[in-house]
């Protein structure tokens, strides 16, 4: 049992979770995950990432007692220590210590020859908020994977884990990878960038083709120059919207992105 609010465990934590976390978490190879809902994915996803370390307090044990643990390395700590390692107003007293995964953008090439493919890349976008959501978005969706690009916000971030709400574990992600890489990969993929312009609606597209749908920073938005590559090389496409709202914030927006390209999925 952990008591001292000086051991080494809690200034690992804060480290990871700190103003620095970014840097830390990347040097180490580690980033955190609190709240049950995320150590009981941790705990039961087949792949990546893995619990190095499980940090609890005795309520939160028990809220783990129907997992088995005995591979894990389970540190208890008291409700004083749990307060001070997390970032969250009322901890759960649960917060797991992950291994970064390690992956290379060429894995996607693996995804090259399969039909009606989805991607989402997501460039530059800054607010942790946004990027979990859109990951849970696309995990919901059956999105084959998420990849953002160099300048984005770190999705291993406590708010983006947060906001992932788990499907960090279910869902292939690859970060800071230029465009021009993500689509000499995916070559039969149909670049799709939504745009207030664009004469196409996205309801027009055909299902059966592959897509990269591609969303922007929240105040710059994104085009073509700023992926390195041609407007000819691009699809734009709008969100008929039948109201009177002049647009839709990021989130929002790439919902119902995600979700009108899922439908060939879904069926």
Known sequence: MIESLHSPHVARVKALIGSRGVKERRQAGLFIAEGLQAAREALTAPGAPFIKSLYVTSSGLLKLSDFDLNEVDVVEVTDAVMAEMTST???Q???ALCVLPRREISELSTLATKKSLRVIYLHEIQDPGNAGTILRTADAMGVDAVIT????VDMYSPKVVRATA???????LFESAAFADVVS??????PLLLSSHAKKSILDLPLEESYISIFGNEARGVDAPSLGVSDASITSVTIPMAGRAESLNLSAAASIVIFTLSRTIAG
């Open 89 to 91: 107003v009322t901890p």
């Open 93 to 95: 007293g649960i917060l």
């Open 149 to 152: 690009s160099p300048g984005s």
């Open 166 to 172: 788990g499907s960090l574990w279910h869902i292939p």
């Open 185 to 190: 990969l995916l070559p039969e993929a149909q």
